[in-house]
DNA sequence: AACGTCAGCAACCGCGAAAGA
DNA sequence: GTCTTTCGCGGTTGCTGACGT
């Protein structure tokens, strides 16, 4: 249903369309910014013969009418880098959305509102999740079992207690650094590269990442260097080695220099 | 069949940031 | 440097269809 709204402009009083959009406005819309591209949006709607409002215009090219957009049916995949993206980046829609080719925020935002936010999934439930269909396709999770080589058998259960203490939301800069990569690098590697750089520029206004527990994890440097093994919180000591009174903690995995060395962590992490 | 309730989703609104004058 | 305009984001609203009574 179209109403019309009285809204004030330079030129006085105006009509402006509010609510659901037709399909001739629609065409209108998508014949003038293919033509004139999708600039202006302010002066867009008169020129293009539509009475509705610069916003409205750009909101329904964004979301609906842009080539590329992919609509429903939201895979679970897609769902679980929802849930991870949430808990690191929090409603910051846009950005998540820049992580999901062909979705767009307000898309994002509906289903998170609708669905995921009943749901009280932590990360350890997703990864637990991840680390039974691994079990599930391939029998047994021990890499010297394992038919697909010894990466598939770690289990880097980060807990949601460490995610959340990692989460350096007082380095949004870093982290947009991060985010702000095409799709095609993003790339789990990215953020553990940065978590380190936080301990070696100097912890600056921030969490740093000795305070995140990111030494921890033995980080490799981008010089390649390795990052001492501080402490046994992973379950591996001070020596690097493993100990199996740590094990009981929430990062485990049967081979800690493998995993620093895996070249896809995204596998493990984001999946 | 009529009515009420609820969930899902499209669209709007307000605000802050960025860009331009 | 300041003011104005434009853009983009996140929160919220309200319409619609499905379902239950």
């Given at each position: 249903?179209?109403?019309k709204?009285e809204?004030?402009?330079?030129?006085?009083?105006?009509?402006?369309?509010?609510?659901?959009?037709?399909?001739?406005?629609?065409?209108?819309?998508v014949?003038?910014?293919r033509?004139?591209?999708?600039?202006?949006?302010?002066t867009?709607p008169?020129?293009?013969?539509?009475?509705?409002?610069g916003?409205?215009?750009?909101?329904?090219?964004?979301?609906?009418?842009?080539?590329?957009i992919k609509?429903?049916?939201i895979?679970?995949?897609?769902?679980?880098?929802?849930?991870?993206?949430h808990n690191l980046?929090?409603?910051?829609w846009?950005?998540?959305?820049?992580r999901?080719?062909?979705?767009?925020?307000?898309e994002?935002?509906?289903?998170?509102?609708?669905h995921l936010s009943?749901?009280?999934l932590?990360?350890?439930?997703?990864?637990?999740k991840?680390n039974?269909?691994?079990?599930g396709?391939?029998?047994?999770?021990h890499?010297s079992?394992?038919?697909?080589?010894p990466m598939?058998?770690?289990?880097p259960?980060?807990s949601e207690?460490?995610?959340?203490?990692?989460?350096p939301?007082?380095?949004?800069?870093?982290?947009?650094?991060?985010?702000?990569?095409?799709v095609?690098e993003?790339?789990?590697?990215?953020l553990?590269?940065?978590?380190?750089?936080?301990?070696v520029e100097g912890?600056?206004?921030?969490?740093?990442?000795?305070?995140?527990?990111?030494?921890?994890y033995?980080?490799t440097h981008?010089?390649?260097?390795?990052?001492?093994?501080?402490?046994?919180?992973c379950?591996?000591?001070?020596?690097?080695?493993?100990d199996p009174?740590?094990?009981c903690?929430?990062?485990?995995?049967d081979d800690?220099?493998q995993?620093?060395?895996?070249?896809?962590?995204?596998?493990?992490?984001?999946h």
């Amino acid at each position: 249903m179209v109403k019309k709204t009285e809204r004030v402009g330079k030129k006085g009083v105006v009509m402006v369309n509010k609510g659901a959009w037709t399909a001739e406005e629609d065409q209108k819309l998508v014949d003038y910014i293919r033509t004139h591209g999708d600039k202006k949006w302010r002066t867009l709607p008169a020129k293009a013969g539509l009475n509705r409002c610069g916003k409205s215009c750009r909101l329904r090219w964004l979301n609906y009418l842009r080539p590329g957009i992919k609509r429903g049916n939201i895979s679970e995949d897609e769902e679980d880098l929802i849930i991870r993206l949430h808990n690191l980046l929090g409603n910051r829609w846009s950005l998540i959305a820049g992580r999901l080719p062909g979705r767009t925020d307000n898309e994002i935002k509906n289903h998170w509102n609708t669905h995921l936010s009943k749901q009280t999934l932590t990360i350890d439930d997703l990864n637990l999740k991840l680390n039974t269909k691994h079990e599930g396709v391939h029998g047994h999770s021990h890499p010297s079992n394992n038919p697909l080589g010894p990466m598939q058998g770690f289990k880097p259960t980060i807990s949601e207690e460490h995610f959340d203490a990692w989460l350096p939301e007082n380095n949004d800069e870093l982290v947009s650094s991060w985010v702000d990569l095409p799709v095609s690098e993003f790339d789990v590697e990215q953020l553990f590269d940065f978590t380190s750089m936080l301990d070696v520029e100097g912890n600056e206004g921030g969490s740093s990442g000795s305070e995140l527990g990111v030494e921890d994890y033995g980080m490799t440097h981008q010089d390649g260097c390795q990052e001492p093994i501080k402490n046994d919180l992973c379950g591996v000591n001070s020596q690097g080695s493993l100990d199996p009174q740590a094990m009981c903690n929430p990062l485990e995995f049967d081979d800690f220099d493998q995993f620093i060395g895996c070249q896809d962590y995204e596998l493990y992490f984001f999946h």
